[in-house]
C-alpha cells in the first residue's frame, strides 16, 4: 500500500486503533489527529509497538524514533509527520549537558 497524504496515514492509524486497542470500557472513543494514544489509554507499550510494525509494513518506511521527543511520537498527527518522514521538527532540541563533578575547583 502507497500512502499518498497525511491524511491517509492519519486515517489507517485511527481504524488500526479502533480494531487493535484493548478490550476495555471505551464503547467507542472519539480519535482525531490530536489524539495521545498512550496517555488516552487507547494503547499501552505492546500496542504501541504493534502499531509501529504495522505502519512500517504498510509504508515500507523504518520508523526511527531514537532521535524524537517521546512526547511527541504517541499524537497520532506527530506520529505520522514522523513515519512520513517530515518529523525534523519533532527532533529533541535539548542541547546535551555536560555532567557536572560534585569535586570542581573553587
Request: aromatic share 6%; proline share 6%.
Amino acid at each position: 500500500m502507497q500512502i499518498q497524504s497525511q491524511r491517509e496515514l492519519t486515517d489507517l492509524i485511527i481504524q488500526w486503533v479502533r480494531d487493535n486497542r484493548p478490550p476495555d470500557d471505551f464503547a467507542d472513543p472519539e480519535i482525531t489527529e490530536e489524539t495521545d494514544l498512550m496517555a488516552s489509554g487507547l494503547l499501552d507499550s505492546y500496542g504501541f509497538v504493534d502499531l509501529l510494525l504495522f505502519l512500517e509494513q504498510q509504508t515500507g518506511a523504518k520508523v526511527d524514533l531514537a532521535e524524537v521527543d517521546p512526547s511527541e511520537f504517541t499524537v497520532v498527527k506527530s506520529l505520522c509527520r514522523i513515519v512520513l518522514g517530515d518529523g525534523s521538527d519533532l527532533l529533541k532540541m535539548s542541547p546535551v549537558q555536560e555532567p557536572q563533578s560534585a569535586f570542581q575547583s573553587r
